[in-house]
């Protein structure tokens, strides 16, 4: 994976807030060893304004795909604090990393076709019988 892009937007940049980020990326590369860029943007309040919430949006690609996570202030009260704005963004993304990964393997169960939807494409009056 190619250096991860950190942004801080409204605030500041923190060492220990990157180097925060840079251990939690570390964690998905290992787990998820087809990650080939991550840019992650911290938006802090706006004016310096104690009490309002952080956002952080976690941007991935892998082959193939481009995953946007993004936690609103609005999700989470206890996003005030920049470090659980981070914590709850990357445990999105693993969630969301894990998904797809069930996906691709093919461990998520299909539903039958419905029924309705089978009975919807056929005119009334064709229906078609079983051979004995």
């Not at 952080?56 to 604090?81: F, K, Y």
């Not at 990964?101 to 309705?116: F, L, N, Q, Y």
């Amino acid at each position: 994976m190619l250096e991860p892009m950190i942004h801080f937007k409204d605030m500041d940049p923190s060492d220990a807030l990157g180097a925060d980020i840079r251990k939690r990326i570390a964690r998905l590369e290992k787990t998820f060893a087809r990650l080939t860029s991550c840019r992650v943007t911290v938006e802090g309040s706006h004016g310096g304004y104690h009490g309002i919430p952080y956002r952080v949006c976690v941007d991935l690609t892998l082959p193939g795909a481009e995953l946007v996570i993004g936690r609103s202030p609005s999700a989470r009260a206890q996003n005030v604090d920049a470090y659980v704005a981070i914590r709850d963004a990357f445990r999105s993304a693993r969630r969301e990393l894990q998904e797809r990964r069930r996906r691709r393997r093919g461990e998520i169960k299909t539903h039958a076709p419905d029924v309705a939807a089978l009975n919807a494409a056929r005119p009334f009056g064709s229906s078609r019988v079983a051979p004995s």
